[in-house]
């Protein structure tokens, strides 16, 4: 779109169907990398993607021509495919359904990609379901407990 400038920074969050623990630390990062692609093959911006054994998180600089849903449903295709062709995991792979995404300033950058690149460290101290609804009660995100993801203590 000629004359169109915008800043659009969206944090994406996304589980394993079942919360499975099913991203093996030998090939977790391959799939960052390969979603990674993804996004740029999209024509948007993958400033990080990281993540546990059973969620991702990605940071995009999102052009207003993409629409999120549509480039995190190719994200969640393409890389359960990837899993699945390559059988890195004992039966089929899937993604939950829904999402997780949350707009942050240019401002908060460094905060964002230090926050997602200490996942691991991260989950140590907490869990996924605290993480996830700390992340909707900090962006006031009206929720229905029965429409979070499955979260599995």
């Given at each position: 779109?000629?004359?169109t400038?915008s800043?659009?920074?969206?944090?994406?969050?996304?589980?394993?169907?079942?919360?499975a623990?099913?991203?093996?630390?030998?090939?977790?990062?391959?799939?960052?990398?390969?979603?990674?692609?993804i996004?740029?093959?999209?024509?948007q911006?993958?400033?990080?993607?990281?993540?546990?054994?059973?969620?991702?998180?990605?940071?995009?600089?999102?052009?207003?021509s993409?629409?999120?849903?549509?480039?995190?449903?190719?994200?969640?295709?393409?890389?359960?495919?990837?899993?699945?062709?390559?059988?890195l995991?004992?039966?089929?792979?899937?993604?939950?359904?829904?999402?997780?995404?949350?707009?942050?300033?240019?401002?908060?950058?460094?905060?964002?990609?230090?926050?997602?690149?200490?996942?691991?460290?991260?989950?140590?101290?907490?869990?996924?379901?605290?993480?996830?609804?700390?992340?909707?009660?900090?962006?006031?995100?009206?929720?229905?407990?029965?429409?979070?993801?499955?979260?599995?203590?």
């Amino acid at each position: 779109m000629a004359n169109t400038y915008s800043q659009i920074l969206i944090h994406v969050v996304f589980a394993v169907k079942g919360r499975a623990k099913q991203i093996d630390k030998r090939w977790r990062k391959d799939l960052h990398k390969y979603i990674s692609g993804i996004i740029t093959s999209k024509g948007q911006k993958s400033i990080i993607v990281n993540g546990v054994e059973d969620h991702i998180h990605c940071f995009i600089g999102l052009k207003p021509s993409m629409c999120l849903s549509e480039l995190i449903r190719d994200v969640k295709n393409n890389s359960s495919k990837f899993i699945n062709e390559n059988q890195l995991v004992k039966g089929k792979f899937q993604w939950q359904e829904g999402f997780g995404a949350f707009s942050y300033a240019t401002s908060e950058v460094k905060n964002v990609y230090n926050y997602i690149l200490n996942q691991e460290e991260h989950h140590k101290k907490s869990n996924f379901k605290k993480e996830y609804i700390q992340l909707l009660e900090k962006f006031e995100v009206e929720y229905k407990e029965d429409y979070l993801f499955e979260f599995v203590d």
